[in-house]
T-cell receptor, first 116, second 117 residues
Framework: DTEVTQTPKHLVMGMTNKKSLKCEQH?????MYWYKQKAKKPPELMFV???????INESVPSRFSPECPNSSLLNLHLHALQPEDSALYLC???????????????FGPGTRLTVL | KQEVTQIPAALSVPEGENLVLNCSFT??????LQWFRQDPGKGLTSLLL?????REQTSGRLNASLDKSSGRSTLYIAASQPGDSATYLC????????????????FGQGTILTVHP
């Protein structure tokens, strides 16, 4: 099973709302990622979790708050977002072995977020 | 800073044609290179992964090569079909000085492929 699942598929929220995106994988991967993709652009890395600990934060605004409650789950909590945050949010995972965060990254279908 | 460039930006071919997509990167300290396919509004599907120690990988009608010394990778698609129409992205996983990686994929801008019947 090489599936990464994401919920919800679509999300519309106001600038004062608080919402969360969820990502799940059952491949035993120990590295999980959040990417943001604007229209007609490649994905841009936001966060990397390795063994449930945050290892990379690509200078993401604090209105995005990641959480990794266990090795299979990754959440992205959203608060006070701006319209320019509207994008496709992609989750990915990969194996981590030998102290190396590498190998093949598998992506989920994404959550299409619209901020009004 | 690693930069990844893909040429061409868009490609339109008739069904049955063999084609090559190009990817170049500026930093040879690359741990692996991954080719993805993305359909409109969808997530990324991993097509092929080439480790830095490898020169090529094959899966069905797809063949990807990697030349670290020249900073280039190519994705060859044989006997193209309309179902191959999608955006193809290459992405490099950066290696740090210790030879491991930070887990950050650096993506090219993609090649939009259209295969018409």
């Amino acid at each position: 099973d090489t599936e990464v699942t994401q919920t919800p598929k679509h999300l519309v929220m106001g600038m004062t709302n608080k919402k969360s995106l969820k990502c799940e994988q059952h491949m035993g991967h120990r590295a999980m990622y959040w990417y943001k993709q604007k229209a007609k652009k490649p994905p841009e890395l936001m966060f990397v979790y390795s063994y449930e600990k945050l290892s990379i934060n690509e200078s993401v605004p604090s209105r995005f708050s990641p959480e990794c409650p266990n090795s299979s789950l990754l959440n992205l909590h959203l608060h006070a977002l701006q319209p320019e945050d509207s994008a496709l949010y992609l989750c990915a995972s990969s194996q981590k072995s030998g102290g190396v965060v590498g190998n093949e990254q598998f992506f989920g279908p994404g959550t299409r977020l619209t901020v009004l | 800073k690693q930069e990844v460039t893909q040429i061409p930006a868009a490609l339109s071919v008739p069904e049955g044609e063999n084609l090559v997509l190009n990817c170049s990167f500026t930093d040879s300290a690359i741990y692996n290179l991954q080719w993805f396919r993305q359909d409109p509004g969808k997530g990324l599907t991993s097509l092929l992964l080439i480790q830095s120690s490898q020169r090529e990988q094959t899966s069905g009608r797809l063949n990807a090569s990697l030349d670290k010394s020249s900073g280039r990778s190519t994705l060859y698609i044989a006997a193209s079909q309309p179902g191959d129409s999608a955006t193809y992205l290459c992405a490099g996983l950066i290696a740090n000085a210790g030879g491991t990686s930070y887990g950050k994929l650096t993506f090219g801008q993609g090649t939009i492929l259209t295969v018409h019947p």
